[in-house]
Nanobody
């Protein structure tokens, strides 16, 4: 199983970006998926999480500005980021917490490669 994240880039404060993360491989289903981020010199932090049923939760710092959604048929999650601030600058990582493979195995904690988001004027 591999996670491929994309959509990062340079954006001005107040702007928007949409990140996507697609899982590929022998996948029957994926339980919880999430986005984390890590700013320079800081620890990785949880940004948003979404269950297979579509329920989502957000870090307080992004609530009301970010929206996490998923397409289970495509094994893909999307993070719509609006009203971006310089403090949102970080490498964003997607995570699949529990994967049920096509062979019926439970596998845990897959990570994407990270995509850089820079918010600057």
């Amino acid at each position: 199983v591999q996670l491929q994240a994309c959509g990062g880039g340079l954006v001005q404060p107040g702007g928007s970006l949409r990140l996507s993360c697609a899982a590929s491989g022998s996948i029957f289903s994926i339980n919880t998926m999430a986005w984390y981020r890590q700013a320079p010199g800081k620890q990785r932090e949880l940004v948003a999480v979404i269950t297979s049923g579509g329920r989502s939760n957000y870090a307080g710092s992004v609530k009301g500005r970010f929206t996490l959604s998923r397409d289970n048929a495509k094994n893909t999650v999307y993070l719509q980021m609006n009203s971006l601030k310089p403090e949102d600058t970080a490498v964003y990582y997607c995570n699949a917490l529990k994967v049920v493979t096509g062979e019926g195995r439970y596998e845990y904690d897959y990570w994407g490669q990270g995509t850089l988001v820079t918010v600057s004027s």
